[in-house]
């Protein structure tokens, strides 16, 4: 129990505490009342403020830095989560705290119960969505850029910050292959990111739109993407005024692909019904399933109609890092813009997006805004983030990208998405040769979607199935998996997306998923 009162860390402060804060009043206090008065108002002081001294920073530093390592000592074994009857999900019910309590005793409980009890994202026996375990460097730069707190708005109260981040916008952004100038910037992730390119497009096509609103376009204008794309669309068409229904949702073919000729027929239908086409959204990594569009023919659709070409790599344009595997997505230096989180397959904590264009004056045209009251830098050459970003004031989440790529360079990136690439494919082959499972999607990126085998069965029975064994796989909390749906079919989707995950997790995952098959 964390005491609230006479806590030993904080107060009362002692003659001492108060020594060590001086804090000189020009009040010349001759009486003792007026230094005992004098002391208590320090006192007060003391307490409203956030300070510790040098030895108590080091000491709660020192602390957590172990507690942080000896968690990263354990993820390779680590269970994801407790087993399902000890999970719980109720309000914690504490109440506003009047007065502080003791700094370790609260850390040291805030990281016990959110290591016993939480959820492990960043273990390597989660095959989960596409959060990472985090690169040490990241979480270090995550401590440096809290610390420092740059604000990003601007350059002049950024400096060294704002060109570190656009170094890494074009170190990644070097990575696509664009023959032409390109730009971009840092976002929160893959929601703003899309957001962002839907507003860019928006600009490029309809200039009069960003003062005037759509209304003033006298058009509807319209886009299309996959059904199996991401949902952050559906939204950023409904926020940004075009409506929802103007997101076209596309079928796709039975690799899970948006299918080109069912878009080009919906593109002129549109035209003919004086609906404004301006862009498709081709995704590079399906939430579902990994699966990658074709972008070389969305790009020539996207030419023969003058469209802008938006590819959502939020998770697989990552693969440009690697030179033996970016052929994966070919054709994504055709596009006008590309969203790729660092947050996913880059192994970066949250958050972490970048929106990239190579449409770079797009950014101004859709985001700047004058003000009266931004610093300026006589001598920047450079716009301020504000005037190319929806964001504001504005986190670095590009430290620790920057950090780990000069620690541990853009070959590890290479390393990983080939070791993770291979682990998918063996695991691939094998539901693909079980008696339990079959395949349900061709594997394409380290993401496996299986059905259990149960031929000439009506879907909602193997949809039963699959969530049967799902829950019996995740009972335990040793590992995680979950259930989707590809193409209105339900699949088990496994991902393998912690760099720390090695064959033997998949063959405990194997084991696993075979003793489910066998007890539904
Ligand atoms: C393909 C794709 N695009 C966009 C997003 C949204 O990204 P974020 O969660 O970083 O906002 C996701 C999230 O998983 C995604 O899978």
Redesign the pocket.
């Given at each position: 129990m964390i005491g609230r009162s006479g806590d030993p860390e904080i107060g009362p402060a002692t003659p001492s505490s108060i020594r060590a804060h001086p804090r000189k009043s020009a009040v010349d206090f001759s009486s003792e009342a007026q230094s005992i008065n004098f002391r208590l108002l320090n006192y007060r002081f003391f307490l409203m403020v956030f300070d510790f001294d040098f030895e108590k920073r080091r000491m709660l530093g020192y602390k957590l830095i172990d507690r942080v390592n000896e968690y990263f000592s354990s993820l390779p074994e680590r269970s994801v989560q407790l087993p399902s009857d000890q999970r719980t999900f109720s309000e914690l019910g504490e109440t506003l705290p009047e007065v502080g309590a003791d700094a370790l005793a609260v850390l040291e409980e805030a990281c016990t119960e959110l290591i016993e009890h939480g959820f492990h994202v960043p273990s390597a026996n989660y095959f989960g969505?596409?959060n990472p375990t985090p690169t040490y460097m990241a979480v270090l730069a995550e401590m440096l850029v809290a610390a420092l707190n740059p604000q990003l708005a601007s350059l002049a109260r950024s400096q060294l910050a704002a060109r570190i981040e656009r170094e890494t916008v074009h170190w990644i952004g070097g990575r696509v292959g664009w023959d032409r100038p390109f730009d971009g910037t840092f976002t929160?992730?893959?929601?703003?990111?899309?957001f962002s390119a839907m507003a860019l497009a928006l600009a490029h096509y309809f200039p009069e739109a960003v003062e005037d609103g759509l209304i003033s376009t006298g058009k509807r204008p319209v886009l299309y993407t996959s059904t199996e794309?991401?949902h952050?669309l559906d939204k950023s068409a409904g926020l940004l005024g075009l409506g929802r229904t103007a997101l076209r949702r596309i079928a796709v073919t039975a690799n899970a692909q948006l299918d080109p000729a069912i878009l080009e027929t919906r593109i002129l239908q549109d035209k003919t019904q004086r609906f404004a086409p301006f862009c498709v959204v081709a995704?590079a990594?399906?939430?579902n399933s990994g699966t990658i569009d074709d972008l070389d023919i969305l790009a020539e659709i996207c030419q023969r109609h003058h469209l802008w070409l938006h590819v959502?790599g939020?998770?697989g344009a990552a693969a440009i890092f690697s030179n033996q595997h970016r052929k994966l997505v070919q054709g994504i230096e055709r596009a006008d813009s590309i969203?790729l989180?660092p947050?996913?397959w880059l192994a970066m904590p949250?958050?972490s997006?970048l929106i990239l264009t190579s449409r770079p004056e797009t950014l101004e045209q859709a985001f700047a805004v004058d003000t009266p009251y931004m610093p300026r830098s006589s001598a920047a050459t450079l716009l301020d983030n504000f005037k190319v970003s929806t964001q504001w004031s504005r986190r670095m989440n590009s430290l620790k990208v920057w950090l780990t790529l000069r620690v541990h360079g853009r070959q590890a990136y290479e390393e990983l998405i080939h070791r993770q690439l291979e682990l998918a494919r063996s695991f691939a082959q094998w539901a693909q040769g079980s008696d339990d499972f079959e395949l349900a999607v061709p594997q394409v990126l380290p993401i496996v979607n299986l059905r259990v085998k149960l031929p000439g069965a009506p879907e909602e029975q193997v949809q039963a199935a699959n969530e049967a064994v799902v829950q019996e796989v995740t009972q335990d909390g040793q590992r995680w998996i979950s259930t989707t749906f590809v193409n209105g079919r339900s699949v088990i989707r496994v991902m393998v997306i912690s760099y720390l995950t090695e064959e033997r997790h998949l063959e405990d995952l194997k084991k696993a998923l075979m003793t489910a098959a066998k007890k539904r």
């Open positions: 969505l596409m929160s992730g893959g929601n703003e990111a899309n794309a991401h952050s995704t990594g399906t939430t959502d939020a998770y969203t989180d947050h996913k949250f958050s997006g």
